[in-house]
Structure formats: C-alpha cells, structure tokens
C-alpha cells in the first residue's frame, strides 16, 4: 500500500471518529410541540432531565426539560438515560367538566386533564371543590363520586332511594326515579322507572323525572321521613288497636305528620284509611275517621286523654 494510501485511510478514520463524537444523545427539551427532542451541545453527555409527571395534575411546574442530569438540589426534577426516560407517547390529554366549590359550573367550562393510566373524571357529591379541577377519581368516596371517559362528570343523578350519587355525561338532560306518594311510599321499580340518569318512556308507569342542569344537582333526590302510627282490627264486633309497635308511615320529610283511626260511628266493616298512617279518606263518611297530628296517637290515646280529664273533673268537686 502507498503512502498516498496510507494517508488517505487515516484521514477518512479520524473524519469518522470526529463525526461519531459530534453526534451526542438527544433530549426532549419541553412539553410543547408534541414533546419536541433537540440534539444536546455536549457530545459527551449521557443523561436526560424533565419534570416530575404525576396522573391528573401533569408535569410539575418550576422544573425544566433538557440535557444533563438535574441540577443538585433541584426539586421536582427526573434525570434519566435517553432511552429510559418516562415515555410519553402513553400520556394522553382529555377534557374533564369543571366546577366551583359550590359544586356548579366553572365558567372556565372545562380542565385539560392528563394522564397515562385511564381517562377518569370527578364531582362532589355536595358543596366541595372537586378533585384537581375535576380530572382523575376524587379525593374519597365518601365526598366524591368518580367516572371513566372524557367530560363524564357532567350530569348528576341519584341512583337509588338512600343517596347514591351517579354521574350521566354530557349528553343526559334528566333525572328519573320511582314515584312517591305520602302515607303509601315509593312505587315498586320496574324497567321504565328505575333511578338514575335519562327520562320516563311515554309508558311508562309510576315514573318522575326532572330536569338536569349544571346548577342543579341530582334532581330526582327526594328526602322522606316516617311517622309512627297505629293499625286496627276487628275484636268482636268492634274495631281495636291492634298489639304490637305502630307502623312506620312513609312521607315526605316536609310533610306534617299525622295518624287516622276509627271515629264514633265506625263500625266493625269500617277500613281504618291507609293503615292508620296520614289522614281520613275523602270520602269518608261522617264520624267514621278521626285525625291526630301525634306519634303513635288514636283512639286509644284519645280514650285515655277523656279519662284523664273526667278524672280531674271529679277531684276538683
């Protein structure tokens, strides 16, 4: 081989050499433009830095992206070889409904969610700031009611008589749930009428609905209550309290209480309205039916409470 040869040879190595060691690791330099990565400066670095990422809150603030390892003492930084970085090709965006602490609508309208796990929005079930501005389950149950799938927490429903809470979506305009009559209580559940989000079919039967809006949280919630009242039956050839603890009347909890029981005039074929819980009939017939506005009052109570009185009458004479 020549010594022109030779000399050519070596050149082309060190050329090769030199370029090698111009082309250093790559980094991805911000959270904009889809992750941006840029050739680092140093051809001899080998470590990557980026925030801390956390599921439903996003990338730490006060943290930079970049080349090197992160500063000492730098606080919510992640160093990392290039090809052992967190792979954010598994972080997605998606919108969750936002709300206020007084649990109505944000007039931001909606929070930028990320996360690489599940897509997963939050509510308060009452007058409480929602969870990271709504994105990712809520902070507990017990306060929190958590969905899957973008902007699902709009919309809130009761699902059951005891409270449970549910959220529709943004496409549900009503609430639903069994109709309720005092003195009688929830109509039985059937396909057409059972809680929760959507509206009562044409025929459906012993349904309520109600509107759904962003101030107005589950609007098919009704609050009830009992009262205590008595039932009769036929003794002999008269009607009697029947033994045993009064019934528990369902109502609404804004109604009055109050108990019905035979009248004066009432006979054995007489049918004590309701069970004895609310008032008389409409059509019941003169001094058949008395009211009482008392727990566990009737014909009983009154009998004792004329007692009571003859016998005060007698120790005054």
């Known amino acids: 081989v020549s010594t022109q040869s030779t000399g050519w040879l070596l050149s082309c190595f060190i050329l090769l050499a030199l370029q090698s060691g111009a082309n250093g690791i790559s980094c ?24 801390t990422f956390t599921d439903y809150v996003g990338w730490a603030a006060g943290a930079d992206w970049g080349c090197g390892a992160c500063a000492d003492g730098a606080e919510n930084c992640v160093d990392c070889l290039p090809d052992a970085c967190l792979d954010v090709s598994t972080i997605v965006s998606f919108q969750c409904k936002k709300y206020t ?10 929070s930028t969610c990320l996360t690489n796990t599940e897509q997963k929005c939050n509510r308060a079930i009452g007058a409480a700031a929602p969870t990271n501005d709504g994105c990712g389950p809520g902070a507990n149950d ?22 449970t809470v549910t959220l529709c979506g943004a496409d549900a305009t009503k609430c639903k749930r069994p109709t309720f009559t005092d003195w009688v209580g929830w109509t039985a559940v ?22 759904l809006a962003d101030d107005t949280l589950n609007c098919n919630k009704l609050e009830t ?25 369902p109502m609404r909890a804004d109604t009055d209480g109050k108990c019905n029981y035979p009248g004066s005039a009432a006979t054995k074929t007489y049918s004590v309205n309701n069970n004895g819980c609310g008032p008389c009939a409409d059509d019941a017939a003169a001094d058949t039916c008395e009211e009482c506005e008392e727990q566990e009052c009737g014909a009983q109570a009154t009998a004792l409470s004329v007692l009571a009185v003859l016998a005060a009458m007698f120790a005054m004479m």
Not at 33 to 45: I, L, S
Not at 142 to 163: I, P, R
């Open 28 to 51: 991805r330099a911000s959270a904009d433009t889809n992750y941006a990565v840029e050739e680092c400066a140093d051809a001899a670095e080998t470590m990557c830095h980026h925030p």
């Open 101 to 110: 602490a007084a649990n109505v609508a944000d007039a931001a309208g909606t």
């Open 142 to 163: 017990a306060d929190y009611v958590t969905c899957e799938g973008a902007s699902c927490n709009e919309g809130m429903c009761n699902s059951d008589a005891e409270g």
């Open 190 to 211: 059937n396909g057409d009428n059972a809680w929760g989000c959507g509206e009562c079919g044409e025929a459906a039967q012993g349904c309520f609905d109600c509107d």
């Open 225 to 249: 209550a009992t009262f205590k009242c008595y039932d009769y039956e036929v003794s002999g050839e008269k009607l009697v309290k029947k033994t045993g603890d009064a019934g528990a009347c």
